[in-house]
């Protein structure tokens, strides 16, 4: 199997796995699209080292800008109960359409899967995503990933305590993680290990963190840990992005990301039809970002309305 090379020679990094509480926050794989897309030239794609520092940010401080946009955007819990439910975080994307909302601007953010650990006879949670993004753009998605945060008052209240709970009790749950790009595997996901640091975030009301109304709105200490994993600016053209792997025995990752590059220009005019869904119009006027972007792909528009539950 052909396999995919950082930018430079690296040494391995200390595996570590993040623990969110009884909840986790995952990102993860990707199945074959019905047309294998092109083969990557040479084989392999290009990824930004571990401890990067790329357009002006460490790889850690993008990390934390992940988690502020992942959390920052609201989904109302009493939407998203069996057996309609309907989600609003990009976390819990059924199909792509939500890939959009709030700011992607110097770097793409790709989110995972966001579950309660609830039922162990079902630990897998599968996607399969289709978004467009454009070139010129680095993609940053974790491939296993955990969070904690003050902001909840039944976790740590010290930065000491949330880097135990992540880095001690949560990662070391973390296995088989993996990662490829139109087939191309990338190797020893675990050494892309990405320790955040202390930063502050903010949790809207409706937030997916379940963060009390009092202590929402207001900056809370947290950290996060995991496997993160920034592809360099694609070519136009059509990729297929798979990674996934399990915490313990009750919680694995399945996801796929059917992705469309297109030229910086043609992507800022919009090319795509309009996504025909009151869903994303209702997420839209939720978010508290002003410059939301609803999903624009004529594939997903086709979609059978089961599939936008």
């Known amino acids: 199997m052909s396999h995919i090379r950082a930018q430079a020679n690296r040494s ?12 986790m926050f995952l990102s993860v794989a990707a199945k074959v699209a019905a047309d294998p897309p092109a083969p990557l030239p040479g084989g392999e794609v290009r990824v930004y080292e571990p401890h990067s520092t790329v ?3 460490t790889m850690a401080e993008w990390t934390q800008d992940w ?24 976390l819990n994307d059924p199909n792509g359409s939500l890939a959009y909302l709030g700011r992607q601007d110097k770097v793409f ?22 978004i467009a993004a454009p070139t010129g753009m680095p993609i940053l998605f974790p491939v296993l990933n955990a969070a ?10 010290t930065a000491e305590g949330l880097i135990n709970l992540v880095d001690n009790v949560n990662m070391p749950l973390a296995h088989d993680a ?18 955040s640091g202390i930063f502050e975030a903010s949790f809207p009301a409706n937030n997916i963190y379940s963060v ?60 795509y039809a309009p996504w025909p869904s009151p869903q994303a119009e209702a997420v839209k006027a939720k978010s508290a970002f002003s410059d939301v972007k609803i999903a624009r792909n004529p594939v997903l528009a086709e979609a059978p309305p089961s599939v936008l539950a």
């Open 12 to 23: 391995p990094a200390t595996a570590r796995i993040e623990q969110c509480e009884a909840r």
């Open 55 to 57: 357009r002006g940010q």
């Open 67 to 90: 988690w502020k946009w992942a959390w920052s955007i609201p989904e109302d819990p009493t939407n998203n109960t069996l057996p309609n439910p309907v989600y609003e975080n990009p």
């Open 109 to 130: 953010f790709l989110g995972g899967v966001y579950k309660i650990i609830t039922d162990p006879a079902t630990p897998t949670v599968y996607r399969t995503r289709t």
């Open 148 to 157: 904690s945060s003050a902001a909840r008052p039944t976790r740590p209240q």
């Open 178 to 195: 993996f990662a490829s790009l139109n087939g191309v595997a990338i190797q020893d996901v675990a050494s892309y290990t990405e320790p």
């Open 212 to 271: 009390p109304v009092d202590r929402q709105n207001q900056p809370w200490i947290s950290y996060s840990n995991g496997y993160w994993i920034m592809l360099q600016p694609l070519s136009p053209g059509q990729y297929t992005l798979h990674f996934g792997g399990a915490f313990g025995a009750t919680f694995a990752l399945d996801v796929t990301y059917n992705i469309t590059i297109v030229p910086q220009g043609l992507y800022n005019k919009n090319p």
